[in-house]
């Protein structure tokens, strides 16, 4: 490659060089960080139910109750039956599985949310031990566990007695507030079979629901495998299309929509901008050969042949597209740094966050979270998208290096 002579052609062209090197850098930037933020949508969208140690959340659309009396299921849920949820626990994608039986109680001194815990838990009983405050974390005979908000609330501490419909309790513990980040939460726990006694004994449920099952649930909690990359909440709703699905698509479309380079929209502007490029880059090389005709004869009759002057222009395209490539991976990086300080915030749905709305005490639970961008500069997606911004115009400079063969040596003797 000559070198010199190349340089000479920049030198000459300097505004259109500068401003294709530009253009190639911007667009690599944005290309860099529109997949970094793809990537980190997944990592972002977890969050809500990592609190609790979950993947997937399963609900079921039920009735309305039509009075808020004694015990119901919050937000028209319906009871889960035992077959449902096995097979709920037996897809393929499913690590581990757990339910609980979840209900408001409306009582003449108070409302409570309480959650019905099996006593082989496998996702709650590591929260309920990690979060207690005071007492024991046994939900035997008849002992419940209570959150330290609750317990200020109503002033009932370790031992106290509780009555719930029928039911007499013990206060075995107290546990710290806000203990699973506003997903199902909870002021009591308990024994899911006294959970479930709780809420047979409520006319409500009754009027609504067939609760002869020996034990049911109505949220069931799965810990499912990142590496499945099967269509999750079309596999749950083909056991039940009443079961409502709470996962990371739930909130993935919310941060899409925030993050407007990675949305729909963005992507087809992207697109765009992408084609309008690639259009320009093959505008140039055209125009760099037409004015280069004479050029390309006279080394031609000098005895360069075709493969020669290929070499020629595709080293002048990576000589280009290198510098464009590096001052890419600077804006890049840049880019990283400034968006991993941005905020992205994501609304539990009321579902899953379930306290009564029409009590404004119970209505001020915060469910709004909050978390800065968990995007860091990957040196192996910026090779491969360097590899690939290289591959991609490489590919189109061959492609019209075709052309080469129409410049005869003969040309510039006759003209």
């Known amino acids: 490659m000559m070198l010199n002579y190349f340089m000479a052609f920049c030198k000459a062209n300097r505004m259109k060089v500068v401003l294709l090197v530009s253009s190639v850098a911007l667009y690599f930037a944005i290309v860099a960080l529109s997949l970094g933020l793809e990537r980190s949508i997944n990592d972002i969208a977890a969050l809500p139910l990592q609190s609790i140690g979950v993947q997937t959340i399963v609900q079921k659309e039920g009735e309305i109750p039509a009075r808020m009396i004694g015990a119901v299921f919050p937000h028209s849920n319906a009871p889960i039956s035992e077959q449902e949820y096995k097979r709920l626990a037996g897809l393929d994608f499913v690590l581990a599985a757990d339910r609980g039986l979840y209900f408001w109680f409306f009582g003449q001194e108070h409302f409570l949310a309480a959650l019905g815990v099996e006593s082989g838990s496998k996702v709650f009983a590591d929260i309920l031990a990690a979060n207690l405050e005071q007492g024991s974390v046994s939900l035997d005979d008849q002992h419940i566990l209570v959150t330290q908000d609750f317990a200020a609330k109503t002033g009932v501490g370790v031992g106290d007695a509780m009555t719930i419909g029928k039911e007499q309790f013990s206060v075995g513990g107290v546990l710290k507030a806000n203990l699973s980040g506003n997903i199902i939460p909870a002021d009591i ?46 596999l749950i709703k083909a056991i039940n299309t009443k079961f409502l699905v709470f996962s990371e698509k739930t909130f993935s479309g919310e941060i899409q929509q925030q993050l407007k380079i990675v949305s729909a929209s963005g992507r087809s502007a992207f697109a765009a901008i992408g084609l309008l490029l690639v259009a320009a880059f093959s505008l140039m090389v055209s125009y760099n050969l037409k004015t280069r005709e004479k050029d390309i004869a006279l080394l031609r009759m000098l005895g360069w042949k075709l493969l020669d002057l290929k070499k020629q222009f595709l080293g002048e395209t990576l000589l280009l597209f290198a510098n464009a490539i590096i001052f890419g991976n600077i804006l890049a990086f840049g880019g990283i740094r400034f ?31 909050t978390s800065t961008i968990p995007i860091t500069y990957d040196p192996m997606l910026m090779l491969g998208v360097s590899s690939g911004f290289l591959l991609v115009f490489l590919s189109i400079s061959l492609l019209l290096l075709r052309r080469l063969k129409k410049i005869k040596p003969l040309e510039v003797q006759n003209g």
Do not use: C
Request: no cysteine.
């Open 189 to 234: 726990y308990m024994d899911m079979r006294e959970a479930v006694l709780v809420v047979r004994q409520s006319e409500e449920m009754r009027t609504l629901y067939k609760l002869s099952e020996d034990s049911f649930g109505n949220v069931v909690m799965l810990q499912t495998d990142p590496q499945d990359n099967a269509d999750k909440e079309a």
């Open 339 to 369: 968006l991993s300080g941005l905020e992205v915030s994501m609304e539990l749905p009321w579902d899953i966050s379930a306290r009564p709305h029409f009590l404004p005490a119970e209505n001020a639970i915060e469910r709004v979270i």
